[in-house]
Nanobody, 127 residues
Framework: QVQLVESGGGVVQAGESLRLSCSAS????????MAWFRQAPGKERECVAA????????YYKTSVKERFVISRDDAKKSVYLQMNSLEPEDTAVYYC????????????????????WGRGTQVTVSS
């Protein structure tokens, strides 16, 4: 069983930065596709960023592409989301997710493809 624990959320003003961290348990972290999703009140969950195994491929939602950076440290079994120039529209609960199915190539932005989820960390951006 894999457990994911997010940290780093908080309340910031527009234009500021936050760095989210997600630590994983388990021995095969390097085989996981990792992603960050978010869900704002009244809105559907959406994939913000994802990174394939061994950091070969990355995905960013268009609205964050120039502002967010996903990275991973397989030795530390961790994935990060550096969020710069935050906007009020970025306010949401951010979730770390892992897909351990090595049969699938690349990465997915579909949350149903990820079997492990953290509990989420709140990010609030005030204007």
């Amino acid at each position: 069983q894999v457990q994911l624990v997010e940290s780093g959320g908080g309340v910031v003003q527009a234009g500021e930065s936050l760095r989210l961290s997600c630590s994983a348990s388990g021995d095969t972290f390097s085989d996981f596709v990792m992603a960050w999703f978010r869900q704002a009140p009244g809105k559907e969950r959406e994939c913000v960023a994802a990174m394939s195994r061994r950091a070969g491929t990355t995905y960013y939602k268009t609205s964050v592409k120039e502002r967010f950076v996903i990275s991973r440290d397989d030795a530390k079994k961790s994935v990060y989301l550096q969020m710069n120039s935050l906007e009020p529209e970025d306010t949401a609960v951010y979730y770390c997710a892992a897909d351990s199915d090595r049969r699938k190539p690349g990465l997915s932005t579909n949350g149903n493809e990820y079997e492990y989820w953290g509990r989420g960390t709140q990010v609030t951006v005030s204007s």
